[in-house]
């Protein structure tokens, strides 16, 4: 199952052709090259890999992320006397490069989210990349706890994004609640017609209620003895995650939760004044300020007297292809991204992600103040899980939390995710 939000760092399959959007180093020509690839398994072009440009360096991406990278990329290379393409994957990014590389015909770079990590190790796909001395200092500890998979460094994180809390301040008079139970008091106080817009739907969705699932005292995986994710140890069906249950229907009961509400309506419902409060993340902003909502941002809060709500912090990164025809090259920009901020901030001025830099938030702390508040947010979330059982948990606990939002018993509720989650797991 598809993670059921819309994904601000990972934005893949938007467009439904393949090309190639950079140019060549040095040259004058910046047109753009369409090439459609082998064919797919069921033969057909359509969302197939491009052909491997013929560049010094060439990155795979999204489209939305190409655009932004393109002058970034040529101006780097520019700058090293090379040449550079960046190429757009539409479809199945992961999939078509992991079957390129696997042939030796991919790119050197891909960017991509990192939970994708766990799956492309586990393919021989991507190699550690030698980030400069002073990466620590340079990086928010989030963007290098993300890259950083069985103690190895996976990547160049450049960006991160996590859930954040929305309030309508013409729907409230608690502006920043400091609980859920204060916030469940002031929107009902405010008369809105919905307390809360977060993302539930008829199949649920496990990304969004993250914060309330570990507020309640859910984890997800436990931890072996050197600190990596244990896949034998599934939290869902355990203690915590039947109290976090427990809430999670208690929030059902006074509609505050609702499975009419979905990823198609959610910030919409905010945005027309129909909401006090809204969950989501910084892909609510733009249309927040076209709506000219009066809004304050404050992280989401947990239950009194229960833990912290701590959601997930997806992290974008450049990563180096294992079998690139050219892995100095690639290793060399992996290292710029980190040691300056100047190829994030140029891809910042086509794409505006919160940055992983500190520098540059910093810089842009003026300007984009809440998109720097969220990437300080994020110091507080949890890099969502790159190991590839990740994949078990989507589904049935998602199915699970909206269940219990439409009034299921608490604990046969999540004790059934967890045998399903533990059966797939195997």
Same mark, same amino acid.
């Given at each position: 199952?598809?993670?059921?939000?819309?994904?601000?760092?990972?934005?893949?399959?938007?467009?439904?052709?393949?090309?190639?959007?950079?140019?060549?180093?040095?040259?004058?020509?910046?047109?753009?090259?369409?090439?459609?690839?082998?064919?797919?398994?069921?033969?057909?072009?359509?969302?197939?890999?491009?052909?491997?440009?013929?560049?010094?360096?060439?990155?795979?991406?999204?489209?939305?992320?190409?655009?932004?990278?393109?002058?970034?990329?040529?101006?780097?290379?520019?700058?090293?006397?090379?040449?550079?393409?960046?190429?757009?994957?539409?479809?199945?990014?992961? !999939?078509?490069?992991?079957?390129?590389?696997?042939?030796?015909?991919?790119?050197?770079?891909?960017?991509?989210?990192?939970?994708?990590?766990?799956?492309?190790?586990?393919?021989?796909?991507?190699?550690?990349?030698?980030?400069?001395?002073?990466?620590?200092?340079?990086?928010?500890?989030?963007?290098?706890?993300?890259?950083?998979?069985?103690?190895?460094?996976? $990547?160049?994180?450049?960006?991160?994004?996590?859930?954040?809390?929305?309030?309508?301040?013409?729907?409230?008079?608690?502006?920043?609640?400091?609980?859920?139970?204060?916030?469940?008091?002031?929107?009902?106080?405010?008369?809105?017609?919905?307390?809360?817009?977060?993302?539930?739907?008829?199949?649920?969705?496990?990304?969004?209620?993250?914060?309330?699932?570990?507020?309640?005292?859910?984890?997800?995986?436990?931890?072996?003895?050197?600190?990596?994710?244990?896949?034998?140890?599934?939290?869902?069906?355990?203690?915590?995650?039947?109290?976090?249950?427990?809430?999670?229907?208690?929030? !059902?009961?006074?509609?505050?939760?609702?499975?009419?509400?979905?990823?198609?309506?959610?910030?919409?419902?905010?945005?027309?004044?129909?909401?006090?409060?809204?969950?989501?993340?910084?892909?609510?902003?733009?249309?927040?300020?076209?709506?000219?909502?009066?809004?304050?941002?404050?992280?989401?809060?947990?239950?009194?007297?229960?833990?912290?709500?701590?959601?997930?912090? $997806?992290?974008?990164?450049?990563?180096?292809?294992?079998?690139?025809?050219?892995?100095?090259?690639?290793?060399?920009?992996?290292?710029?991204?980190?040691?300056?901020?100047?190829?994030?901030?140029?891809?910042?001025?086509?794409?505006?992600?919160?940055?992983?830099?500190?520098?540059?938030?910093?810089?842009?702390?003026?300007?984009?103040?809440?998109?720097?508040?969220?990437?300080?947010?994020?110091?507080?979330?949890?890099?969502?899980?790159?190991?590839?059982?990740?994949?078990?948990?989507?589904?049935?606990?998602?199915?699970?939390?909206?269940?219990?939002?439409?009034?299921?018993?608490?604990?046969?509720?999540?004790?059934?995710?967890?045998?399903?989650?533990?059966?797939?797991?195997?």
């Amino acid at each position: 199952m598809q993670i059921r939000r819309k994904n601000f760092l990972a934005l893949s399959g938007i467009a439904a052709t393949t090309g190639v959007l950079a140019a060549c180093g040095g040259s004058s020509d910046s047109g753009s090259d369409s090439s459609s690839g082998g064919s797919d398994a069921g033969g057909s072009s359509e969302g197939a890999a491009p052909e491997r440009a013929d560049a010094d360096l060439v990155i795979w991406t999204d489209e939305v992320k190409a655009g932004a990278l393109e002058g970034p990329a040529q101006d780097w290379a520019e700058a090293n006397n090379l040449t550079v393409a960046v190429q757009i994957v539409a479809d199945d990014l992961q !999939g078509n490069f992991i079957t390129a590389n696997q042939a030796g015909n991919g790119p050197d770079m891909i960017v991509a989210a990192h939970d994708w990590i766990g799956n492309l190790v586990q393919n021989s796909a991507i190699s550690p990349v030698q980030l400069p001395s002073g990466a620590s200092d340079a990086i928010a500890p989030v963007g290098l706890e993300a890259v950083t998979y069985d103690g190895q460094t996976y $990547g160049a994180p450049y960006a991160v994004e996590t859930l954040v809390l929305y309030a309508n301040n013409e729907l409230t008079d608690v502006p920043e609640p400091s609980t859920v139970e204060e916030l469940v008091e002031a929107g009902e106080a405010g008369g809105a017609e919905n307390v809360l817009s977060l993302p539930v739907g008829e199949e649920g969705d496990a990304y969004h209620m993250q914060p309330f699932y570990t507020s309640g005292g859910g984890y997800l995986f436990g931890e072996d003895s050197e600190g990596n994710l244990d896949p034998s140890d599934v939290g869902v069906g355990q203690e915590g995650s039947i109290s976090a249950a427990e809430k999670i229907v208690e929030l !059902g009961e006074q509609g505050v939760l609702k499975t009419s509400i979905s990823n198609d309506n959610a910030i919409s419902l905010f945005t027309d004044g129909n909401a006090a409060y809204l969950i989501s993340g910084p892909w609510a902003l733009a249309d927040i300020r076209t709506a000219e909502v009066d809004f304050t941002m404050s992280q989401v809060p947990g239950f009194e007297g229960m833990d912290p709500a701590v959601p997930f912090a $997806g992290v974008n990164a450049f990563f180096v292809a294992s079998s690139g025809a050219n892995q100095a090259f690639a290793q060399q920009f992996a290292t710029d991204v980190v040691s300056s901020p100047d190829i994030a901030e140029a891809m910042f001025a086509g794409n505006e992600l919160p940055p992983v830099n500190l520098e540059l938030q910093e810089k842009l702390s003026a300007d984009y103040p809440e998109i720097v508040k969220i990437a300080e947010y994020a110091g507080d979330a949890s890099p969502m899980p790159a190991i590839p059982e990740m994949a078990a948990i989507w589904e049935p606990l998602g199915q699970a939390e909206a269940n219990l939002v439409g009034g299921a018993d608490a604990e046969s509720t999540m004790t059934s995710a967890g045998e399903q989650i533990s059966s797939q797991i195997g």
